[in-house]
């Protein structure tokens, strides 16, 4: 079975310019979750969506960031007009039900590198 | 809010030596607790976890305890192996949340 599956693992992009992050969930998995690992720290919440639905992106920053979860293909992470700040490990996680008791399956993550 | 607050790393070890990183947490709902490890260059992995109070999760020789009366949820293992050198991240979730909690995370080195 495939886990999680994350595209690029690696992006290097200058400022101004727009980064695209992909993710499949686990077969079968309906509920994706995005975060973003900043250097030396903890992973922090950003959106969580289900199929064609945002339920929740109360972590994610109002301009610039924007994410979705459409009936076919992978979800997308998109940040316009990347900044440094931006610079950082961005993980999906996928999970079959909501996130009361079940596991969310981390995948590799894209490490975005702004110039 | 719900949070948790883990041991600050790094860590270092000898090969054998026991093995604990701290984790607290702060719920205002029932939470589940998990404990992830990140290996370099790679993404989170579960390691145990433990959906109610007094349970232990275990796993590879780790352990954790749910314990509701201390709010933690320690992870121990008795002999580390060079092999358990990565960041390890405790975790929450909570039944009326959408999202994990992670704590900051600790690095481990272990060394022969």
């Known amino acids: 079975n495939a886990g999680v599956m994350q595209n690029p693992r690696h992006l290097v992009r200058r400022r101004g310019q727009e980064a695209r992050l992909r993710c499949s969930p686990v077969k079968g998995h309906s509920h994706v979750y995005w975060y973003r690992q900043l250097p030396e720290e903890g992973l922090k919440f950003m959106v969580y969506l289900q199929k064609e639905n945002i339920i929740d992106e109360s972590g994610m920053p109002k301009e610039r960031f924007s994410a979705e979860f459409p009936k076919e293909g992978p979800s997308i992470l998109r940040i316009q007009q990347v900044v440094r700040g931006d610079s950082a490990a961005y993980f999906c996680?996928?999970?079959?039900?909501?996130?009361?008791?079940?596991?969310?399956?981390f995948g590799p993550g894209t490490r975005l590198l702004v110039l | 809010g719900d949070s948790v607050t883990q041991m600050e790393g790094p860590v270092t070890l000898s090969e054998e030596a026991f093995l604990t990183i701290n984790c607290t947490y702060t719920?205002?709902?029932?939470?589940?607790l998990f404990w992830y490890v990140q290996y370099p260059g790679e993404g989170l992995q579960l390691l145990l976890k433990a959906t109610k109070a007094d349970d232990k999760g275990s796993n590879k020789g780790f352990e954790a305890t749910y314990r509701k009366e201390t709010t933690s949820f320690h992870l121990e293992k008795g002999s580390v192996q060079v092999s358990d050198s990565a960041v390890y991240f405790c975790?929450?979730?909570?039944?009326?949340?959408?999202?994990?909690?992670f704590g900051t995370g600790t690095s481990l080195t272990v060394i022969p």
């Open positions: 975790a929450l979730s909570v039944n009326t949340g959408n999202q994990f909690y």
């Open positions: 996680a996928s999970s079959p039900l909501r996130t009361d008791q079940e596991t969310q399956y």
């Open positions: 719920a205002t709902g029932y939470p589940s």
